[in-house]
């Protein structure tokens, strides 16, 4: 106890003892004492508090205590941060004859992963008492002994240490022997007993005498020893040991036979006198006494067990020589036998508190795993290195000692390695060196870093019009390369507007397989194209998304028959009249039948046809047959009837083919009777047709730059569609049909193509979207070639 106040080398020393404290706790280790023996429940240290750690925290944070052999003599009280003896300490029997004996502890907190290594000390206290090897002693003196001999004890042995274990020795009182106690150089007592006077067996055949060893323990201990002396006839001449004692160094794991060392002592009497035994000590232990053998003739002491450094690195072997004189004399020598280790022993490795598994977006210097080596040879033989298997993204880091830690050493990317097999590998610093491995699986989790993908950012898809409500137009499919929920894609569509309508009207996608559906019939007339892009999103948090976009062309189908332009004023119930007088030749143009169509190409290209009169009766009329002219085939005469009515059949090209059918009233007059008819006649056939030739020029320039854009636009499609693999859906390949010359007309195939369309389920057809016509030239009449031309609605509406 000390006072703060009045005391200033007692502030000086409590200043040094916090500074010392806060060193050891900076540097990772901590040092306690605890006397051996001590009782459950005593107090060694806080160890919490010198850790620097809040009691609070000790339970969240995993708090525990780890030894590699004496985990249950220590443990913490985790209420009050407190660490306490929980099982007897037996100083001895951790250390034996050690003069330093520590339990080292490691206490490992989580969150972060925290290792503090703690050392106590255990300390000796006087529970040993001295023993000697026997009990008994006997010993054989002849009568003829010196005063001053001595003969060799062996002396008591106290498991403790330091003061505990010096030892002082007493002996009875007796007018014939005192004790004798010497330390050579070796730190070696040597006990002895000594002659003080000569002895007379016919007096005192036997002494009995009693050996007391005390220790320097508080309180003292002791034991004792009897000897019983048997007093022998004359033998003069003990043997004498050329040196007493031997020093001698031997490999570990000698093999058996191999020769330790050959003792030797000679006796100076003769005869039977001389003849010498060697034998190890009467006091000698088993252990000793397994490993070594000795013969008794010529004094080789040789191998004979297993001789292991790590179990004991030195042996102290007592020989005695005794002659075959009666009585028998004997002299002692001391083998000092020093191990030399070698390396022999692998590394051992423990791998404990693994962090698995491991974010792949964990930050550098993450700890996973805790590491200690350990290697049962001494010296270079026990120095220890690890490594780890090269071209991982992680490290070993030293820590403390043979302890290390495995973390984190650069990024990981769950979708290039989604685990690791490491070898950790201890190898020591002997020659040859040994090594040791254990494995660590690491495995990489998942997080959502990566956002799902199309295999292209747009793709096109061909539908027939008319198609039926719900049917499948075409799937998207999108890869995430992540896994678990955050790989599980879900399709939505990325909502607009198409016109005045919202895009769902139109279309929609299955959440889970990525199916388009056409949701209502489509009208090419209406909408041509319908451009709108679909959306994948993955079930990670946060999710993540990208976008493809799908173009659809509709294609057409004859779903439009021709129809009739509006005839002009003069018409009866929608029929054309017209006056023409009978002077006129053939090759005279009397009026023109004018009809388009919705639809396009074959589906929208228009011929004519005149019906045959009834009855049979030839007419002198005929029409053009893409013109739509009527004209004369002949000079009028006064044959023909005055009145005429000409049926013209309009048709497309489409399969099957849809028809019109206009009516043309011609009423044959005198030139005389109807001039004004006539200029009224010529004056409306002029005029139109001169508007019609500027009309069908521009029309015929318009069908030219749209055949060639198509013709384009279908090129780069195929060309794309080579490069690319085919997308999934409800469309498949069709054969292009070649169109000859016929009476119909003639046309071009410039190049085959072979176009994907969806029509409901129908399996997949061909549709010629690329075309340029020949038309094939009319009958010439005398005054002129047949004008031609063809009507076509080339409106187009895009989305």
Same mark, same amino acid.
């Given at each position: 106890?000390f006072?703060w106040?009045?005391?200033?080398g ?14 050891e ?6 040092h306690?004492?605890?006397?051996e ?6 107090f ?10 809040e009691?609070?925290e ?7 205590v ?6 249950d ?9 407190i ?28 969150r ?6 703690v050392?106590?000390e255990?300390?000796d ?9 026997m009990?008994?002693?006997n ?5 003829s ?10 002396g ?28 050579n150089?070796?730190?070696?007592k040597?006990?002895?007993l ?6 007379n067996?016919?007096d005192?055949p036997k ?5 007391t ?24 001449n ?33 005869g ?10 009467t ?11 000795l ?9 004979k ?17 005794t002659?075959k ?11 000092l036998l020093?191990?030399?280790d070698?390396?022999?022993?692998l ?14 977006? @964990? %930050?550098?210097?993450?700890?996973? $795993?805790?590491i *200690? +080596?350990?290697?049962? #040879?001494?010296?270079? =033989?026990?120095?220890i ?7 991982v ?13 495995l ?23 002997g @020659? %040859?060196?040994?090594?040791?491995? $254990?494995?660590? *699986? +690491?495995?990489?989790? #998942?997080?959502?870093? =990566? ?23 075409f ?14 894609v ?5 909502e607009?507007r198409?016109g ?23 009208d ?10 679909v959306?994948a999103?993955?079930?990670g ?16 189908e ?12 003069g ?7 017209e006056l023409v ?10 009026a023109?039948?004018?009809?388009v ?21 030839r ?8 013109t ?16 005429h ?17 206009a ?5 044959l007059?005198?030139?005389?009777q ?21 009309v069908?020029?521009y ?9 060639s ?10 060309a ?8 999934e ?24 193509r ?13 549709d010629l979207?690329?075309?340029s016509?020949?038309?094939p ?7 002129r ?15």
């Open positions: 106890m006072s106040r009045e005391d200033p007692a502030q000086c020393l409590l200043l040094s003892l916090l500074l010392l404290t806060a060193w706790v900076g540097s990772g280790q901590l306690y004492s605890v006397s023996e001590a009782k459950h429940g005593t060694v240290g806080r160890i919490a508090q010198d850790l620097g750690l009691l609070a000790l339970v969240p944070r995993l708090f525990r780890a030894s590699k052999t004496h985990g003599l220590l443990e913490v009280n985790l209420q009050n941060g660490l306490f003896v929980n099982s007897r300490i037996d100083r001895e029997e951790l250390c034996g004859w050690s003069s330093e004996c520590s339990i080292h502890l490691e206490v490992i907190v989580d972060p992963l925290q290792v503090f290594h050392d106590v255990v300390k206290i006087n529970d040993n008492a001295p023993v000697f090897p009990a008994v002693k010993l054989f003196i002849s009568e002994r010196q005063p001053g001999s001595r003969f060799s004890l062996e008591a042995s106290d498991a403790d240490i330091g003061t505990n274990s010096l030892l002082t020795y007493s002996l009875d009182s007796t007018e014939y022997f005192t004790l004798n106690v010497k330390r150089d070796e730190e070696i040597s006990l002895g000594v002659l003080k006077k000569n002895l067996r016919e005192t002494h009995y005498l009693l050996i060893a005390i220790d320097g323990g508080k309180p003292e201990l002791t034991g004792t020893t009897q000897l019983k002396i048997t007093v022998l006839d004359v033998n003069d003990a043997p004498a040991f050329e040196r007493t004692i031997y020093k001698v160094r031997l490999f570990e794991n000698a093999p058996n036979s191999t020769l330790v060392v050959t003792v030797n002592a000679t006796d100076l009497d003769e039977v006198n001389k003849d010498i035994v060697y034998s190890f000590n006091d000698m232990s088993t252990d000793i006494l397994s490993k070594f053998h013969d008794p003739v010529n004094g080789q002491i040789s191998v067990g297993n001789i292991d450094f790590e179990e004991s690195k030195s042996y102290e072997i007592h020989v005695e020589a002659d004189g009666n009585p028998p004399m004997s002299d002692h020598c001391t083998v020093e191990i030399v070698i390396n022999d022993n590394p051992e490795l423990v791998i404990k508190s693994l962090s698995l598994p491991v974010l792949e977006d @964990s %930050p550098l210097s993450t700890v996973i $795993a805790l *200690s +080596v350990s290697d049962r #040879d001494s010296g270079v =033989n026990g120095e290195t690890c490594s780890l298997t090269p071209h993204p992680f490290k070993l880091v030293s820590t403390y000692k043979n302890y290390y830690s973390v984190l050493d650069s990024a990981l990317d769950r979708e290039s390695v989604s685990a690791y097999e490491l070898v950790v590998t201890a190898r020591d610093g @020659s %040859p060196s040994l090594w040791a491995t $254990a494995s660590v *699986s +690491v495995e990489v989790a #998942d997080v959502n870093d =990566n956002a799902p993908a199309f295999a292209q950012s747009e793709y096109t898809v061909f539908v027939r019009e008319n198609n039926p409500p719900g049917c499948h137009i799937t998207v499919s999108a890869r995430d390369a992540d896994a678990q929920e955050n790989a599980l879900s399709y939505s569509l990325v607009r198409v005045e309508r919202a895009l769902s009207s139109y279309v929609s996608v299955h959440a889970e397989s990525g199916k388009v559906y056409a949701l209502q019939p489509l090419r007339e209406e909408l041509e194209l319908l451009q709108f892009q959306n999103r993955d079930a948090v946060p999710p993540l998304g990208s976008n493809v976009t799908l173009q659809v062309f509709v294609l057409d004859n779903d439009n028959a021709p129809a009739l332009l509006t005839p002009r004023v018409g009866i119930g929608g029929a054309v009249s007088p009978r002077s006129v030749g053939a090759g005279h143009v009397v023109k039948v004018r009809a169509d919705a639809d396009s190409g074959y589906n929208a290209w228009l011929s004519y046809e005149l019906q045959p009169g009834t009855g049979g009766a007419i002198p009329f005929r029409v053009g047959l893409y739509g002219e009527i004209s004369t085939t002949r000079a009028l005469d006064e044959v023909d009837a005055a009145r009515r000409l049926l013209v059949l309009v048709k497309d090209h489409g399969e099957p083919s849809l028809t019109a059918t009516t043309v009233l011609v009423s007059v005198e030139s005389g109807a001039p004004k008819a006539s200029s009224r006649a010529s004056a409306g056939a002029t005029s139109p047709e001169a508007a019609l030739v500027d069908n020029v029309l015929i320039i318009a069908i030219c730059a749209v055949s854009l198509l013709v384009l636009t279908l090129l780069l499609y195929t794309l569609r080579c490069s690319a693999p085919p997308p859906g409800a469309c498949g390949p069709g054969k292009p049909t070649l169109v000859c010359s016929s009476a119909m007309g003639s046309w071009s195939y410039s190049q085959q072979q176009q994907r369309v969806c029509s409901g389920e129908e399996l997949p057809k061909t979207m690329a075309f016509p020949s038309l030239p009319c009958p010439i009449s005398r005054d070639e047949e004008k031609q031309d063809v009507d076509v609605d080339h409106s187009v509406k895009i989305y």
